[in-house]
């Protein structure tokens, strides 16, 4: 398992992450199942968040709680894993909420779900269009000084949002948690064909290049929804709409001995701005298929080709 370094630290992390939205249903012996088989791949790395399982009966927090009662970590276990959860989406009258007051109250709730004295990283969910920088960072104060957050970190956020709450926040934001997949890879391909008219892929949406901006700030990108054909349901793999995509990951695939999946993680693995992939999967052998494609050392025609056959333009 091929590690990198989180944000501008130095600390280690697998650039695999495995996702525990979906956990919501499964029973004590799947959870544990699907953590046996991370931690054997090498993974050590679980994505929570507050919203995850709240449209089943426990509501906020229920895939915390799960993941915490079907494993009840030892001590000496709990410290060889790292715990990410995010916080700020309400279903309630479904809005975004970055208020001091919101942020310590989920992390509180968030430490009790997962029976642990601190989270390794939080992350804000989504942009807040009426956050305020300054509650914000009163609120990572108060959790990074009591030791009950340890890193903090965004997602799906913009460079100028991003820029933005460091007008206030003192803290590092060490990670970007941002939706990527072959064929959702816009913030890949923008500007691949810049200054060629016509070309979708020759505009820049996001303010300046949110991958750019990362390098240079030294923040990590987490690729979540790695599979997925993007704002459609299901994932492209084996999908009859991309049969040229299909084709080369199968080419791929017997060419490195190893599955689709593989292939198509590795594709983001492969690029130099070191991003981990987030699985959403709850069965155990697609965590292995996906953790033979973290190292994979994919050449760059091979890179490119693939960018290509998901329809994107390479001048």
Not at 195 to 223: F, H, K, P, W
Not at 272 to 301: F, H, K, W
Request: proline share 5%.
């Amino acid at each position: 398992m091929k590690t990198v370094p989180l944000g501008s630290t130095e600390t280690p992390v697998p650039n695999i992450i495995a996702g525990m939205m979906r956990i919501a249903d499964k029973t004590p012996e799947q959870v544990r199942a699907l953590y046996s088989a991370a931690r054997d791949a090498g993974v050590d790395f679980f994505d929570h968040a507050d919203l995850y399982g709240f449209n089943h009966p426990g509501g906020y927090h229920h895939c915390e709680r799960v993941f915490a009662e079907a494993l009840r970590l030892s001590g000496a276990e709990r410290e060889q894993i790292t715990l990410q959860t995010k916080t700020g989406i309400v279903d309630e009258q479904w809005h975004y909420d970055s208020s001091y007051e919101h942020i310590v109250a989920s992390v509180e709730d968030s430490l009790r779900a997962l029976g642990t004295e601190y989270i390794d990283v939080l992350l804000l969910h989504r942009p807040d269009a009426l956050v305020e920088p300054e509650e914000v960072a009163r609120a990572f104060d108060e959790l990074e000084s009591s030791g009950k957050v340890r890193a903090f970190g965004v997602s799906n956020h913009t460079p100028r949002q991003i820029d933005l709450l460091k007008t206030a926040v003192r803290q590092p934001l060490l990670v970007n948690q941002v939706q990527l997949s072959l064929t959702h890879s816009a913030i890949v391909a923008q500007g691949l064909a810049s200054n060629m008219a016509g070309q979708e892929d020759s505009l820049t949406r996001d303010g300046g290049g949110i991958v750019d901006y990362c390098r240079v700030q030294g923040i990590t990108l987490q690729a979540w929804s790695p599979f997925q054909k993007g704002a459609e349901p299901g994932v492209f793999l084996g999908a009859e709409d991309y049969p040229e995509l299909n084709t080369e990951l199968d080419r791929l695939a017997a060419l490195y001995g190893v599955t689709p999946l593989a292939i198509a993680t590795a594709w983001i693995t492969r690029h130099p701005a070191n991003m981990q992939v987030v699985l959403g999967t709850t069965n155990p052998q697609r965590i292995a298929d996906a953790a033979a494609g973290s190292d994979l050392p994919l050449t760059r025609g091979e890179w490119y080709g693939l960018l290509q056959a998901a329809g994107h333009h390479v001048p």
